[in-house]
């Protein structure tokens, strides 16, 4: 069990959250000097840089951009004295990749892994009713020990550089929302919740945890604000007379609050919206509520101008317009889990979500995109002397990203990898391990899965067993095949499908990835790779496919919109494959997905 609740930071009668977004000061630490010169008790900068938000893309120096190493950030905060004899915590949304925290020069916290929350217990520490000084050290290099996978070098002026296993670019920084939280002594801790669905009613079962001993009850609210359900006790069920399920593109969100009470006095108060929802797979079918849904929708990236991988409100409610607009229902949240707004959003617009831990880049690969795309490349990942190391980041973060997301009624699904090297034998236990935490710690028990790239062939993967649905990424007409030679493509392709079914695994197949890189400027008849027109035909040729085989039960193309990666010869300013280009403007492949999302019905091929 975490040391700390992942429950999402609210205001309510005994709780505080106070946001410090805003400006900080920043300041990277070029030569190494931060420990010498006592950084920790004031990094003495004058310049000022926004939290949330990645720090490369503000600035003009390329030293900056691709600076690698620790950047410290640092703002006064005052604690106030009202605060004083509840619990009080600095809450950090994500610091991208490990972070140390000071408050008035005296190290308070650590944290590794740079996607999900950590909380940082200040209650002995602050000076209440006065300013106190947080400082951050954040620290954004890749090993080949935590996720995501990559290694560090040094460059012949002494610079490091990142090398990453993955394809899309290491943004670093106070990436998500920080807050000051003020939670009582005696809280409630973590919340899990499950669902029964009776003809018209429901059940809703439920299991609170707490710290310190309380009395706890429930009430459940409709969107009207009219009592749905009541109950008491730490553990137990509410029961839904008529119960307003949650759909896909149809959500339905009751309120769920809990109290703490000693007697007569409220100990703590936390509310939350839920939607009642079932989730399960039935042979080849996923059932949302029973029924066979077909997935429709991206693979995303958290990323946009200026600020980066930086939680970028704005950007998301547009991300979110659009997908309604082309009548997708799901994404991936390739390839990490995102901001928590994000699934808030997901959950009241009634978006199925396979929700992503960062284990990517596990597969030893500069160039992972052609290796693993064209079936090249694998070595002998997960048979290094770090490979516990490396585990045990992974399990942290699927612990993490569990407990953060669990309640969210858009989340249908985990995708505990991406494209990993599940060809070596030694990825077997490594991967039996993942699965069976992420099981454990699942309340409902949801699907799981991972992202295999062209190795892992159904002749080679060693893992796919441990897949609740298989998830496909596959590019067939681009890393394989492209250009005039898509005829052989389309060949090659169907006979891959043909082995997949000649295993029959009675399981759903998603594709997970498949797409083709596309320049917005470009227009060529006859088409070309690299034209929106070459674009189509890779689409169209690979619908063909997947509309030929019934266990086929979901597409995500990648990618949504066009992203920022490492430089390089494969790569012109970041990944084209979008179906947007990164200011969230259609390319003509959007045109044609509408066409053909919205006349999919939900529970195609049912
Ligand atoms: N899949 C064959 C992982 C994504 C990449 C995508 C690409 C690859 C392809 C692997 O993170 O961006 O190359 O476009």
Redesign the pocket.
């Known amino acids: 069990m975490l040391s700390y609740s992942m429950l999402y930071p609210v205001n309510s009668d005994r709780r505080t959250s106070l946001s410090l977004d805003g400006l900080w000061r920043f300041r990277l630490d070029f030569e190494q000097v931060s420990g010498k010169e006592n950084w920790k008790c004031g990094i003495k900068s004058d310049d000022l840089i926004p939290v949330p938000a990645s720090f490369q893309d503000f600035y003009t120096d390329k030293k900056i951009r691709e600076f690698t190493g620790d950047a410290w950030y640092e703002k006064d905060v005052t604690v106030p004295s009202s605060m004083k004899g509840s619990d009080v915590f600095l809450r950090f949304g994500a610091a991208t990749h490990r972070a140390e925290v000071y408050l008035n020069g005296e190290k308070v916290g650590e944290n590794e892994g740079g996607f999900l929350p950590f909380l940082v217990d200040i209650t002995e520490h602050a000076r209440y009713g006065e300013q106190n000084k947080i400082t951050v050290r954040v620290n954004n290099e890749l090993t080949e020990t935590n996720i995501p996978c990559g290694r560090t070098i040094t460059l012949s002026d002494g610079r490091k550089m990142t090398k990453p296993y993955?394809?899309?670019y290491n943004y670093s920084g106070l990436q998500r929302s920080v807050y000051l939280l003020s939670v009582p002594k005696r809280s409630i801790f973590d919340v899990d919740l499950s669902y029964e669905i009776n003809g018209r009613d429901a059940v809703v079962r439920y299991s609170i945890k707490t710290k310190g001993e309380g009395d706890i009850s429930l009430t459940l609210k409709d969107e009207e604000g009219n009592i749905a359900g009541l109950a008491n006790g730490k553990e137990g069920c509410l029961s839904v007379k008529d119960a307003h399920l949650w759909q896909v593109r149809s959500a339905y969100l009751y309120t769920l609050s809990i109290e703490m009470r000693d007697g007569d006095s409220l100990l703590d108060d936390y509310s939350m919206e839920i939607g009642i929802r079932t989730v399960e797979i039935k042979g080849e079918n996923i059932l949302i509520n029973g029924s066979p849904v077909y997935l429709k929708g991206f693979?995303k990236h958290e990323d946009s101008d200026i600020v980066g991988r930086g939680f970028n409100i704005g950007a998301m409610k547009r991300d979110f317009e659009l997908m309604k607009w082309i009548g997708a229902n799901s994404f991936r949240t390739?390839?990490y889990p995102y901001d928590e707004t994000i699934y808030r959003m997901a959950d009241r617009e009634g978006f199925m979500v396979i929700d992503e831990v960062p284990a990517?880049g596990l597969f030893e690969s500069l160039v992972?995109?052609l290796d693993?795309?064209t079936g090249k490349g694998a070595k002998s990942f997960f048979s290094k002397p770090t490979t516990p190391v490396l585990l045990k980041s992974h399990l942290k973060a699927v612990e993490e990203m569990i407990t953060r997301d669990k309640n969210h009624p858009s989340v249908i699904a985990w995708s505990l990898l991406?494209?990993p090297e599940s060809t070596d034998p030694n990825s077997v236990p490594y991967f039996e391990k993942v699965f069976s935490l992420a099981h454990d710690l699942d309340p409902e028990k949801r699907p799981r899965t991972f992202a295999m790239?062209?190795n892992s062939s159904p002749s080679r993967c060693r893992c796919h067993h441990l897949s609740d649905f298989i998830s496909l990424?596959r590019?067939y007409g681009w890393?394989i095949l492209g250009g005039n030679e898509i005829v052989d493509a389309e060949k090659k392709f169907i006979s891959e499908m043909e082995e997949w079914k000649n295993l029959n695994l009675n399981k759903p197949f998603i594709f997970t990835?498949y797409?083709a890189?596309t320049l917005s400027s470009e227009h060529k008849i006859p088409s070309v790779m690299w034209s929106q027109e070459y674009q189509d035909e890779v689409l169209q040729m690979l619908h063909r496919v997947f509309d030929s085989y019934g266990f086929v039960k979901g597409e995500q193309i990648?990618?949504f919109a066009d992203f920022q990666?490492t430089e390089g010869l494969m790569r012109v300013n970041g990944?084209k494959?979008g179906v947007f280009t990164r200011q969230r403007q259609p390319k003509d492949s959007a045109f044609l997905l509408k066409k053909r999302w919205e006349s999919l019905p939900l529970n195609y091929k049912a």
């Open positions: 993955f394809d899309f693979g390739s390839h990517v992972n995109f693993a795309g991406n494209e790239e062209s990424n590019y890393y990835e797409g890189d990648w990618n990666t990944n494959k």
